[in-house]
């Protein structure tokens, strides 16, 4: 983009002094002056114009670049399905109890810590992911990190779509998410897994939200259904 530019100015600097010269050789002064003076606002409305459509032509490649890289990492969970093996009425995460109360948080931390606690009621999911082996694509591997969870109905997200707003049904928390091996849930070694895992967590949702979707990147799967009694299995 850089030389585009470079390009640009030594356009312009070769059509100013050309017609400037040419205007002086051929016409009496004070045209000469009107011509060069014309050529000159000519070129700043016409790179103003060029200038705009090099930067979205640009902002466009990178963002389907990045686009692109992350399609490539949500294809990983693309079609994949879910066995929910329990639902259960759980207490809030002991990081979100602390941050409530911790003095080295801001008041506005501490404030949106206390009203997660307020008004989202809190679940223990063990459930089963299931990627779908004809997806995936380069990447065989995928991050327990970026993997959330939306009421169910939410729209898919859309890449670099500025007017999808952020509803505030969409504050869904997963906390305190382990690895189920051989019935006994551990933290995970690495955040990267592969293949089909068992997971349990707690997730904190709406309280008038009654069912929840995973969300991996741009996919979504799965349907979990919480409850308000002591367990419910899926």
């Known amino acids: ?31 000469a002056i009107l011509a060069s003076m014309t ?14 459509a090099m930067i ?20 990983v969970l693309r079609g994949a399905t879910v066995d929910v093996h329990s639902v259960r009425p759980a207490a809030p ?13 801001s008041e506005f ?20 992911i299931f990627p779908d082996p004809n997806q995936g694509g380069p990447m065989h591997g995928w991050d327990l990190a970026d993997l959330a969870m939306v009421p169910w109905g939410t729209p898919e ?19 305190d998410l382990k690895v189920v091996i051989k019935g006994e849930a551990l ?12 997971l349990r967590f707690t997730v904190g949702a709406p309280r008038h939200v009654r069912e929840l979707t995973f969300r991996y990147y741009f996919e979504q799967f799965g349907r979990v259904r919480l409850s308000s009694g002591p367990a419910l299995l899926g």
């Open 157 to 175: 997200p859309k890449p670099f779509n500025d007017s999808q707003a952020e509803e505030e049904d969409l504050n869904v928390q997963v906390n």
């Open 93 to 105: 995460p002991a990081e979100v109890l602390e941050q409530a109360d911790d003095p080295d948080l």
């Open 39 to 52: 050529t000159f606002i000519f070129l700043v409305i016409a790179n103003k114009f060029i200038i705009k």
């Open 56 to 75: 979205r032509k640009t902002i466009g490649n990178v963002g389907n670049s990045f686009k692109g890289l992350f399609d490539v990492k949500s294809k």
């Open 1 to 31: 983009m850089c030389s585009r530019f470079l390009y640009l100015i030594l356009a312009d600097i070769f059509i100013f002094v050309t017609a400037t010269v040419a205007s002086f050789v051929y016409l009496v002064p004070w045209q």
């Open 187 to 198: 933290q995970p070694g690495s955040p990267k897994v592969q293949g089909i895992q068992r």
């Open 109 to 128: 931390e501490r404030a949106e810590a206390a009203a997660d606690l307020q008004n989202l009621r809190w679940y223990e999911v063990e459930a089963t």
